[in-house]
């Protein structure tokens, strides 16, 4: 049996009339940035969080960047973060101006430790970026409450999260500004890049639009310095197609996990811990594997895609060595042992049975 760590066709096929329907709409009407259908995604977006504003941008990366510069971040700040998360979040900040400081995570659920984040705390610091990292939410009571005890600004990072819940809340609401991407493997993703920012702040907002078009209130008229990352009306009419299907699939990412966390939990695996009043939505299922590699070369012997995320932290990069700072030891390593197994909405019970028989093989050899 094969089976794929991914297959994106799959959904296509079960959506292909809507999207040519919706794809049709657009090169009809000759209108192809920031339009109709964007702005109809954006209330719609915005509707499903529950959040008053959302502001469609190029991607997730541009949205970390845009949002901290709207919320008045720049060269001179500090913004601390993990090290456990796509390059991406570190990128956004850098883009922005500001100083990453890179911190370690939690052992049970992998996301930022609020312990860590407080020793992080300088007279520079000017907010924090959780990620809820493989679509778990973080501890956000508890970081909301460090942010408001040090006037810093909560930044989410809820790119792996389009749909989670934490106390009932859907997560990037919770923060100042939440950011999500829809890269074509996101939960909720596009045919391209492709991303939004969130926030009940108007004033943010507003700025928001400005930094997204060079800086324009009106056409042609810089008020600032922007920058062009907008949202592809393609995009956002493939996105208001898929956006109605959300919590179902979702749910089916839940169940499969659940399928997952079943047939495993006699094994020497571990999974990701998950909050009370957490809804995850297993963007990504890993699992904390001993013998992380010899696991995965026999799974891909046996003709099941795996992944790992992430093989390095970003603190262990060349290209971000540079950051310095104290070793992260939770972080190094759980780097060294998490395997992302396959999860899709339209994988099967079967493909997950078998992949979690092949899991117990090697743990049995």
Sequence with gaps: MRVPFLDLTAQYRTLQSEIWEALNRVLERGRF?????????????????????????????DGLTLALQALGIGP?????????????????IERAGARPVLVDIDPTTWTIDPAAVR?????????VVVVHLYGNPADLD??????????????????????????HRRVGTIGHVGVFSFYPTKN???????????????????????LREYGWRQRFVSEEVGTNSRLDEIQAACLRVKLPHLDEWNERRRSLAGLYR?????????????????????????IQAPDRDGLQAF????????????????????AY??????????????VREVLSLPLYPELSETAVEYVADRVRAFYRR
């Design 33 to 61: 940035i920031l339009g109709p259908e964007v702005e109809a995604f954006e209330a719609e977006f915005a509707a499903y969080l529950g959040v008053p504003y959302a502001v469609g941008v190029a991607s997730g990366t």
């Design 76 to 92: 001179g700040d500090e913004v601390i973060t993990v090290s456990h998360t796509a390059v991406a979040t570190v990128t956004g």
């Design 119 to 127: 020793a992080a705390i300088t007279d520079r610091t000017r907010a």
């Design 142 to 167: 508890t970081i909301q409450a460090i942010c408001q005890s040090h006037g810093l600004y909560l930044v989410e990072d809820a790119c792996q999260a389009h749909g989670a819940r934490y106390r």
């Design 188 to 210: 909720l993703g596009g045919y391209g890049d492709g991303g939004m920012v969130v926030t009940a702040d108007p004033t943010v907002a507003e700025r928001l639009r400005r």
């Design 262 to 286: 079943e047939a495993l939990r006699d094994t020497p695996v571990r999974f990701q811990g998950v909050l009370p009043g957490a809804e995850p939505v297993y963007h990504l299922f890993v």
């Design 299 to 318: 799974l891909t012997e046996h003709g099941i895609g795996t992944m790992v995320h992430y093989p390095q932290a970003v603190h262990q990069q060349p």
């Design 321 to 334: 060595r540079r950051l310095g700072g104290s070793a992260l030891p939770v972080t190094e390593r759980i």
